[in-house]
Nanobody, 112 residues
Framework: EVQLQASGGGLVQPGGSLRLSCAASGYAFKNFAMSWLRQTQGKGLERVADIMNDDKTAYVDSAKGRFTISRDNGKSTLYLQMNNLKPEDTAMYYC??????WGQGTLVTVSS
């Protein structure tokens, strides 16, 4: 059974940083791309960042220069380092696999 356990969200002031983690199990993590998506009431669902199994990365324009996606295949864990956070980054963040599995999400709130 594929399981994705996201963590690391919280309340942070504008300009602050958070590091999200996603612990994966039940499949060969190193063989697959992974993604972070986020969902807000206003903008709906948005793909934030992708990382391929060869470590190539891609980002939504609003995340470029501020967010970094990475992976540790030895720990089967996906990360999202988020710097210079803005109120518009407030969302539920999910890690996902290319075959449709989702974690439970971790809430990021950026507010003063």
């Amino acid at each position: 059974e594929v399981q994705l356990q996201a963590s690391g969200g919280g309340l942070v002031q504008p300009g602050g940083s958070l590091r999200l983690s996603c612990a994966a199990s039940g499949y060969a993590f190193k063989n697959f791309a992974m993604s972070w998506l986020r969902q807000t009431q206003g903008k709906g669902l948005e793909r934030v960042a992708d990382i391929m199994n060869d470590d190539k990365t891609a980002y939504v324009d609003s995340a470029k220069g501020r967010f970094t996606i990475s992976r540790d295949n030895g720990k089967s864990t996906l990360y999202l380092q988020m710097n210079n956070l803005k109120p518009e980054d407030t969302a539920m963040y999910y890690c996902t696999t290319p075959f449709g599995s989702w974690g439970q999400g971790t809430l990021v709130t950026v507010s003063s």
